[in-house]
């Protein structure tokens, strides 16, 4: 079977659209993130997506193969807050391994059934690697700019141990993804780094997708893009890009520049525009495809797809409208590390 390095080569990729988005159409309840299994827990789990994987698989793997009916190359495990980090706000931290778990074998069984289906079109399964609801670069207490909730060790072993699931569940590649905060996104590099040098198993290729919160054109920590991109060069990874935050009006001049600086593949999956006033997304399947389109036709991605407020609708329209075009070419850049 073709590699995803392959894949990339030939055309330009469909990554996914929203899991939360999706979620939400099913109007769960607390109930129904509890589930049998924790029907007696202690905390209100309601919104604790993650936990879905131990629960209501179904419906997760329901999600994966509506997306991937609609196209989508490349599917992301719903396990954006499946780290001891995380977790901690619901007391649920020892299932936080199960969790990555489940959700890399849920995504790995609809990938392979639709695999099977047409060799030609391989499927493949992101290990979805979230930011952390706690921040190293930033204080939580405004009153001491020192101050830090969290220690680089303690980010890098709760993301260590959610690599350990994913690598385990069978992903194909990691995501690093959302990123606001970089030094964040550099403990999810040196805790993979650090699992496969101490395991020895193969290295999975690696996507980082960083987040530019406004129109300053920086990440919340404060990075420009092109320092955001130096600071995670090392890594090497298979793509950079963004994602979230933005919709794709107001991130095409960012996917641009990062088009011309890095010298690996381009990613881009932005929201269905920016949230009206109740939060909630209106950009129609269309106008997200329409912007995207002109992204590939103007041969700056590779990889393209959704965030906040997309759904399969958005993913097909967004299939459609770039498989005309030729991927981007790697760009000979001078090395940055």
Request: glycine residues 8%; hydrophobic residues 35%; aromatic residues 8%.
């Amino acid at each position: 079977m073709k590699s995803i390095k392959d894949c990339l080569k030939e055309r330009i990729l469909i990554i996914d659209g929203a899991m939360g988005t999706m979620i939400q159409r099913h109007k769960p309840t607390e109930a129904t993130y509890r589930g049998e299994r924790f029907k007696d827990w202690h905390k209100d789990v309601k919104n604790n997506s993650d936990l879905m994987n131990l629960t209501q698989p179904q419906i997760i793997e329901g999600i994966h193969k509506l997306y991937l009916e609609a196209g989508a190359d490349i599917i992301e495990t719903n396990t954006f807050a499946a780290t001891k980090i995380a977790q901690a706000d619901y007391d649920l931290q020892p299932f936080a391994y199960e969790m990555n778990v489940a959700g890399a074998k849920i995504a790995r069984k609809a990938a392979d059934e639709f695999t099977a289906k047409d060799p030609s079109k391989p499927r493949f399964v992101a290990g979805a690697i979230g930011p952390l609801n706690k921040t190293l670069s930033l204080s939580p207490d405004v009153n001491n700019p020192g101050y830090r909730s969290v220690t680089f060790d303690e980010v890098v072993e709760a993301y260590y141990e959610q690599v350990r699931g994913l690598v385990d569940g069978g992903v194909d590649v990691l995501l690093i993804e959302t990123i606001f905060d970089t030094l964040n996104a550099k403990g999810a590099i040196y805790a993979i780094k650090k699992y496969f040098r101490e395991t020895g198993k193969p290295e999975l290729p690696v996507m980082i997708s960083g987040t530019i919160t406004d129109a300053s054109g920086r990440t919340l920590s404060g990075q420009t893009l092109e320092a955001f991109y130096t600071s995670i060069a090392h890594a090497k990874p298979l793509s950079v890009g963004l994602n979230c935050a933005l919709g794709a009006k107001e991130m095409r001049g960012h996917i641009e520049e990062l088009s011309q600086i890095a010298p690996c593949y381009v990613s881009a999956y932005p929201n269905a525009g920016l949230p009206n006033a109740m939060g909630e997304y209106d950009e129609q399947p269309e106008q997200t495809a329409h912007f995207l389109e002109e992204w590939a036709r103007e041969g700056f991605v590779n990889i393209v797809g959704g965030c906040c407020g997309t759904t399969p609708d958005h993913i097909k329209h967004i299939a459609e409208h770039v498989k005309q075009f030729e991927p981007r070419q790697l760009p000979v850049v001078e090395e940055v590390y």
